[in-house]
């Protein structure tokens, strides 16, 4: 398996009510393509460079997750929409 190192931009408020359930979101997607989450580590709440889904402020995840491969491009798809 290989180490991969993700960062997920999630919803600031979102983040901000339960944590822990947007965690175990980014766990569940990551496993659902055979991987396992190594660590995961909350970064502070940042103002946006530019709006995103017309939020001026999102909460960075870093997430060490361990795979062996990406199947195919769907799944990096995946990974980078989920959590709307």
Known sequence: M?????MFLVDNSEARK????VSENI????TK???EVIR???WSERR???PVRR????????VYFLVLQ??????????SARGR
């Open 2 to 6: 290989k180490l991969y190192e993700g």
């Open 18 to 21: 339960n944590y822990e359930a």
């Open 27 to 30: 766990s569940r997607i990551i």
């Open 33 to 35: 393509y055979g991987g």
């Open 40 to 42: 995961s580590e909350r």
């Open 48 to 50: 946006l460079a530019y």
């Open 55 to 62: 939020r001026d402020r999102g909460t960075y995840v870093l």
């Open 70 to 79: 990406f199947a195919d491009s769907a799944s990096r798809a995946t990974l």
